[in-house]
T-cell receptor, first 113, second 112 residues
Framework: EAGVAQSPRYKIIEKRQSVAFWCNPI?????LYWYQQILGQGPKLLIQ????????DSQLPKDRFSAERLKGVDSTLKIQPAKLEDSAVYLC???????????FGNGTRLTVT | GENVEQHPSTLSVQEGDSAVIKCTYSDSASNYFPWYKQELGKRPQLIIDIRSNVGEKKDQRIAVTLNKTAKHFSLHITETQPEDSAVYFCAAPRPHGNQFYFGTGTSLTVIP
């Protein structure tokens, strides 16, 4: 089966600029997650979707981060405006159902200068 | 993650020796515990998982043990090889949720 696809692979922006990441989960996976992984740390959940509805966005900095999953398939994560501390790898993951094995994409490495 | 503690943060072993990584969790209702391996610059990949109805699960050189009473679970790698060098993360379900808290990771180095 095809894995979780993410793009771009790398992104370098200046602070206060905007950036968007895209994720295409494994076909048939109802649950989609966005994680932020800062260097040397474990993944931190930003938002979880079940189909096209938000299940949990309690750890999403909503003043600058937004995410959507239109039609319950692809998802985009946006940061506007970016801060230096947003430099991290943004991982998208999907699972067949909630609390089942996660399948991660290769991530987008964001550098904010 | 605040509900999962992982130790040690770094571990170096000689090739052929065993490696053990331990995680503790806080929610007694947690019932599923995966372990992920992340090589440098790559995505985390599931290597083994265990559900709370068993105490141990083994897959070739990798095993996971679960102690529900003490609320901890451990990853055991036997006959380590250089390609086992990576960062390993444990995870446990969040209380009242369907997502996972991840541990802070263990950087394993296998010395040839």
């Amino acid at each position: 089966e095809a894995g979780v696809a993410q793009s771009p692979r790398y992104k370098i922006i200046e602070k206060r600029q905007s950036v968007a990441f895209w994720c295409n989960p494994i076909s048939g996976h109802a649950t989609l997650y966005w994680y932020q992984q800062i260097l040397g740390q474990g993944p931190k959940l930003l938002i979880q979707f079940q189909n096209n509805g938000v299940v949990d966005d309690s750890q999403l900095p909503k003043d600058r981060f937004s995410a959507e999953r239109l039609k319950g398939v692809d998802s985009t994560l946006k940061i506007q405006p970016a801060k230096l501390e947003d430099s991290a790898v943004y991982l998208c993951a999907s699972s067949l159902v909630a609390a089942s094995p996660l399948h991660f994409g290769n991530g987008t490495r964001l550098t904010v200068t | 993650g605040e509900n999962v503690e992982q130790h040690p943060s770094t571990l170096s072993v000689q090739e052929g020796d065993s490696a053990v990584i331990k995680c503790t969790y806080s929610d007694s209702a947690s019932n599923y515990f995966p372990w992920y391996k992340q090589e440098l610059g790559k995505r985390p990949q599931l290597i083994i998982d265990i559900r709370s109805n068993v105490g141990e699960k083994k897959d070739q050189r990798i095993a996971v043990t679960l102690n529900k009473t003490a609320k901890h679970f451990s990853l055991h790698i036997t006959e380590t090889q250089p390609e086992d060098s990576a960062v390993y993360f444990c995870a446990a379900p969040r209380p009242h949720g369907n997502q996972f808290y991840f541990g802070t990771g263990t950087s394993l180095t296998v010395i040839p």
